[in-house]
């Protein structure tokens, strides 16, 4: 099929790595000091890759190429995550598997010392209730965050949420498409960047799958990114 997919002009390459490292889906790999796309069937043509490139060795083009092959950028992705140690269970719902976490104890927080500040900066949150052309989108940072993102991180709101304006959803419980509704909303405002936060389960990967075909189908250019966090509250894939 001929298909947007990436080019890398080895000539200007200076072997950095910055694509590579930008590569959500490991399309792109260092050989013999320069960056090389070694798995046409991983490059989903969004380009994340290319501002990393601090000698504009990267563009497009429109060629002959595989179909992306999102099965297999998803079974490459599992396969890392259990190098690094995340447990996924071979039946059932990894989502739905029961873990109790213990956490160190912390000491009790002094009354005359400051809360904390909520980061919301916008009301409704949830990707189904936030109109597509509310005036705070418009020239916005976007975090697209899974539901239980906010309790399993503890600093949520000053890491991900601050100077940020955040739409919250689950793909395994709601019944809508995102990828539509995010699609417009990012077509029809200025937003500067996306940043995708979702979970470490497997069911979580339909909100990271939803929000980038939204940009593909917007037909920007906006420089994005997808943070996992694990069950127990750590960044494992950043």
């Known amino acids: 099929m001929v298909r947007k997919i990436i080019k890398i002009d080895k000539n200007k390459c200076n072997g950095c790595g910055a694509c590579a490292a930008a590569c959500h889906e ?3 790999e260092m050989i013999g ?3 090389v796309l070694t798995r046409e ?4 043509g969004l380009g994340d890759c290319l501002p990393e490139c601090p000698v504009s060795a990267i563009s497009f083009e429109e060629r002959e190429a595989p ?5 297999a950028v998803l079974s490459a992705r599992q396969k890392k995550m259990g190098e690094q140690g995340v447990k996924i269970p071979h039946a059932g719902c990894p989502g739905m598997q029961v873990r109790q ?3 160190p104890k912390t000491e009790p927080v002094p009354s005359h010392r400051l809360a904390s500040v909520s980061q919301l900066g916008q009301w ?3 990707i189904q209730l936030a109109p597509v052309n509310a005036p705070y989108l418009n020239g916005s940072k976007l975090l697209i965050a899974a539901d239980c993102t906010a309790y399993a991180y503890a600093n949520i709101h000053e890491d991900f949420m601050k100077g940020k304006i955040t739409l919250i959803g689950c793909p395994k419980l709601d019944s809508i498409d995102y990828r539509e509704k995010l699609a417009d909303i990012i077509r029809s405002n200025d937003i500067k960047s996306v940043t995708i936060l979702r979970m470490e389960v497997p069911c979580c990967c339909g909100l990271e799958i939803a929000a980038k075909k939204a940009l593909q189908e917007s037909g920007k250019f906006i420089p994005w990114q997808t943070v996992t966090v694990s069950i127990d509250g750590k960044i494992i894939d950043n």
């Open 26 to 28: 490991g399309a792109i």
């Open 33 to 35: 000091g320069k960056a």
């Open 41 to 44: 069937d991983y490059c989903d």
């Open 67 to 71: 179909a992306y092959d999102e099965a």
């Open 101 to 103: 976490m213990a956490h």
């Open 124 to 126: 409704p949150c949830q």
